[in-house]
């Protein structure tokens, strides 16, 4: 199973920092999603995030530009060169550093894969699967959260994270959650993806990063 937390920021820190410790009394590591923008990179986010990764949780690259939506989705190579190039400029001043990209709104172009290779990236998880950018192994698992839910009400859409998350785990496959701090504003909603959590774990799930999981499986996939 593999945890992945997005929205990380000054403002949403202490919720951030309360799932966190949620998932690390469940021993579940914490994959966080960092946007190294002004906002984002603060010094006390950067040094939460330092400590987090001391313990065992991992960053990947999310993107560049938070104002810009699914940012990576149909950039060419070069441009998603030169945007990587800034990011991760970004990270190494936070004293951040990874070989993991999921891309905002986990879609992610052609191009970007190209420039995520030809920048030394390993990984790269998108909507519906997780690729070794090295050995070109792929894993297919979509990612389940709140935003990928197109049910209207509210208890609709946290009945469908967990229901999918038991449904994965019973079927022994690859549980990936993912929530934004936005999300955790909601009691509901963080109730929710904990209880997704919980019943992963009870159904033989066992959680991992996305740097740390089993290799992914090869396959013919660009």
Do not use: K
């Not at 950039?75 to 990011?87: Q, T």
């Amino acid at each position: 199973m593999l945890v992945s937390l997005s929205g990380i920021g000054p403002r949403t820190l202490h919720r951030c920092a309360d799932l966190a410790a949620e998932l690390g009394r469940r021993a579940v590591p914490l994959s966080m999603l960092f946007t190294p923008s002004a906002e984002d990179g603060s010094p006390q986010v950067a040094e939460w995030m330092r400590e987090r990764v001391r313990g065992g949780d991992t960053v990947l690259l999310h993107g560049y530009d938070q104002r810009v939506r699914a940012e990576f989705a149909t950039l060419p190579a070069h441009e998603a060169r030169l945007r990587l190039i800034a990011a991760t400029s970004a990270l190494d001043r936070g004293g951040l550093r990874t070989e993991g990209f999921a891309p905002p709104r986990w879609r992610v172009s052609r191009g970007t894969l190209d420039a995520l290779r030809q920048h030394g990236f390993s990984l790269c998880a998108d909507l519906s699967s997780v690729r070794d950018l090295r050995t070109g192994g792929v894993r297919r698992a979509r990612v389940q959260g709140f935003g990928s839910q197109r049910q209207r009400t509210e208890t609709v859409r946290c009945f469908a994270l967990v229901l999918s998350a038991a449904r994965a785990a019973r079927r022994g496959g690859l549980v990936r959650l993912g929530v934004d701090a936005a999300d955790l504003t909601r009691p509901g909603r963080r109730q929710a993806f904990l209880d997704a959590v919980d019943i992963a774990l009870e159904n033989g799930a066992v959680g991992g990063a996305y740097l740390t999981a089993s290799p992914a499986r090869p396959s013919a996939a660009p």
